[in-house]
């Protein structure tokens, strides 16, 4: 997952290459993109396939991350500095756009290498995307998590939609649709 991962980032000369690089140095257990692999695996799904789509998913995490950074004015992550402390908000912005874009791009690949109409993990995407948006956006809205029900609101905004996408992913690109 790691290598694919890498394989994909900014070449040299880009503007994000340092960035991306820095970001991608420490890349955590990449939970969603294995998760989708192990998911398509057992669907027997192409193996392009699940490759676009655990990068589309881990991608888009990794966008929630550094946008949350920037949110959140963090300084660290996984123990290391981040890009938001780093290279500053403008650049960090970019960056965790471009991870968006990179996670759209992929998803499509997913959806084109497979024989049916599954472009409906595009639509799946936005969708996460959007619940990702609106629970980051929730923090800031309703004041400080002090309780269970605030704390589970965040945590079905933030971290629920990609952990779903995660195996609903190759269950579309599988043309599953009775789970």
Same mark, same amino acid.
């Given at each position: ?17 340092? +960035? #991306? ?6 890349? =955590? ?5 294995? &998760?989708? @692999? *192990?998911?398509?695996? $057992? ?63 992929? +998803? #499509? ?6 024989? =049916? ?5 595009? &639509?799946? @995407? *936005?969708?996460?995307? $959007? ?49």
């Amino acid at each position: 997952m790691k290598t694919n991962l890498i394989s994909i980032l900014p070449e040299h000369g880009h503007a994000l290459h340092e +960035a #991306a690089n820095f970001h991608f140095k420490e890349c =955590g257990k990449m939970l969603r993109g294995t &998760t989708s @692999l *192990a998911i398509a695996s $057992a669907l027997n799904l192409n193996h392009k396939t699940a490759i676009h789509w655990a990068l589309a998913v881990e991608l888009m995490h990794n966008a929630s991350l550094v946008h949350d950074d920037i949110c959140d004015e963090d300084s660290q992550r996984r123990h290391n500095p981040t890009i938001f402390a780093t290279y500053g908000a403008p650049l960090a912005i970019c960056f965790g756009d471009w991870l968006v874009a990179k996670s759209f791009e992929h +998803a #499509a690949l997913a959806s084109k290498e497979c024989k =049916g109409d599954t472009s409906n993990v595009i &639509t799946l @995407l *936005a969708k996460v995307m $959007a619940k990702l948006s609106s629970g980051q956006a929730r923090e800031f809205s309703g004041g400080p998590v002090l309780d269970w029900t605030g704390y589970d609101n965040v945590v079905n905004g933030k971290t629920v939609p990609l952990l779903a996408a995660s195996v609903e992913g190759p269950l579309l690109l599988a043309e599953k649709y009775e789970y």
